[in-house]
Nanobody, 124 residues
Framework: QLQLVESGGGLVQPGGSLRLSCAAS????????IGWFRQAPGKEREGVSC????????NYAGSVKGRFTISRDNAKNTVYLQMNSLNPEDTADYYC?????????????????WGPGTQVTVSS
């Protein structure tokens, strides 16, 4: 069974950091581009970041550029999202998704597999 599972969410103070992980089981992430998405209460899901299959290309939403970093370790079958300088506007459920293509995309309808999400709350 093909599964993605996110971890690393939690409560953090403004200005703090979290690292989210997206682990795959049942398939190899080597053949997939990966995206991170988030959905805040009452808002639509938005693309946060993506990374190409080989990790050579990345992209970020303007609201997180310079603060978030996406990376992948194909040997561990895991993709990471390092989130620094968090602010309350980053509060959301965060999801990773996989699509069998080389290039990075942040269009959610491109993705085939989704994790259940992990909650991130930024609050003092």
């Amino acid at each position: 069974q093909l599964q993605l599972v996110e971890s690393g969410g939690g409560l953090v103070q403004p200005g703090g950091s979290l690292r989210l992980s997206c682990a795959a089981s049942g398939f190899s992430l080597d053949y997939y581009a990966i995206g991170w998405f988030r959905q805040a209460p009452g808002k639509e899901r938005e693309g946060v970041s993506c990374i190409s299959r080989a990790g050579l290309s990345t992209n970020y939403a303007g609201s997180v550029k310079g603060r978030f970093t996406i990376s992948r370790d194909n040997a561990k079958n895991t993709v990471y999202l390092q989130m620094n300088s968090l602010n309350p506007e980053d509060t959301a459920d965060y999801y990773c998704a996989a699509v069998s293509r080389n290039m990075c995309t942040m269009r959610d309808y491109d993705f085939d597999y989704w994790g259940p999400g992990t909650q991130v709350t930024v609050s003092s």
